[in-house]
C-alpha cells in the first residue's frame, strides 16, 4: 500500500529537551526518505532526508536514522526549542513509476516551558 | 522563503464551479506537483508535471487537470467541484525528474468549497 504512518500523532516535551518523532513506512522499494515541518498556514519546510543506502544522517540539531529492516525511520531534534512546534511528516519516495512523495498523516510537536 | 509562490492565498468557491490555482517554481526547477492537503492530513499527490508533460497522477479523478508553462510554471484546474475537495492546495517544485531531488513546497491555497 501507499501508506507512511507515525506512531504518535501527538508529541510534547519540555524545552531544552530531545525530541524523538517516529514514522512507520510500508513501501520497501522506498530509496528515499524526507523529514518535513509544518508551522501553521505555511507549506512543508524540508528539514532533513536521507537514502536508502545510509542509516543515519545528521543535521544542524536534527538526526534521521533508517532502519530498513524493520521499515522504521525517525527524527530526533536535539535541545527543543519553541520555535519548533510544529506538524512533522515523514514522507517517502521511489524511483520506480511516478516521482512522487508519500506522506503520512504527521505529528504534532508542542513545547512546553 | 523555498523561491515558490502560489496564488490566490484563498478561496471560496461552490459546488458545481470551477476552479484554477496556480504556481511559480524555484529559479532553475523543471519539475512541479501539486498536493491536495485535507485538514489534519499529510499531503495527497495529485500529479506532477516534468518539461510541460504530465509525469504520474495519483488517485485523483479525471476532473484534476494541469498545465505547465515554458517558464515551469504551473497550473491545477478542477472542474464540479465537490464539498471534499475543500482542502490546502500545494505545489512543490524540484530540479530533478528521477533523483534524490528534494522538493520545495509553496505556501499552499486554501479552497473551500461551499
Not at chain 1, 519516495?93 to 516551558?113: D, E, H, M, W, Y
Not at chain 2, 505547465?68 to 472542474?79: A, D, M
Request: glycine share 10%; net charge neutral; with cysteine.
Amino acid at each position: 500500500g501507499e501508506n507512511v504512518g507515525l506512531h504518535l500523532p501527538t508529541l510534547s516535551v519540555q524545552e531544552g529537551d530531545n525530541s524523538i518523532i517516529n514514522c512507520a513506512y510500508s513501501n520497501s522499494a522506498s530509496d528515499y526518505f524526507i523529514w518535513y515541518k509544518q508551522e501553521s498556514g505555511k507549506g512543508p519546510q524540508f528539514i532533513i532526508d536521507i537514502r536508502s543506502n545510509m542509516d543515519k544522517r545528521q543535521g544542524q540539531r536534527v538526526t534521521v536514522l533508517l532502519n530498513k529492516t524493520v521499515k522504521h525511520l525517525s527524527l530526533q531534534i536535539a535541545a527543543t526549542q519553541p520555535g519548533d512546534s510544529a506538524v512533522y511528516f515523514c514522507a517517502e519516495k521511489s524511483l520506480q513509476g511516478a516521482q512522487k512523495l508519500v506522506f503520512g498523516q504527521g505529528t504534532r510537536l508542542t513545547i512546553n516551558p | 522563503e523555498t523561491g515558490v509562490t502560489q496564488s490566490p492565498t484563498h478561496l471560496i468557491k461552490t459546488r458545481g464551479q470551477q476552479v484554477t490555482l496556480r504556481c511559480s517554481s524555484q529559479s532553475g526547477h523543471n519539475t512541479v506537483s501539486w498536493y491536495q492537503q485535507a485538514l489534519g492530513q499529510g499531503p495527497q499527490f495529485i500529479f506532477q508535471y516534468y518539461r510541460e508533460e504530465e509525469n504520474g497522477r495519483g488517485n485523483f479523478p479525471p476532473r484534476f487537470s494541469g498545465l505547465q508553462f515554458p517558464n515551469y510554471s504551473s497550473e491545477l484546474n478542477v472542474n464540479a467541484l465537490e464539498l471534499d475537495d475543500s482542502a490546502l492546495y500545494l505545489c512543490a517544485s524540484s530540479s530533478n525528474k528521477r533523483t534524490f531531488g528534494e522538493q520545495y513546497f509553496g505556501p499552499g491555497t486554501r479552497l473551500t468549497v461551499t
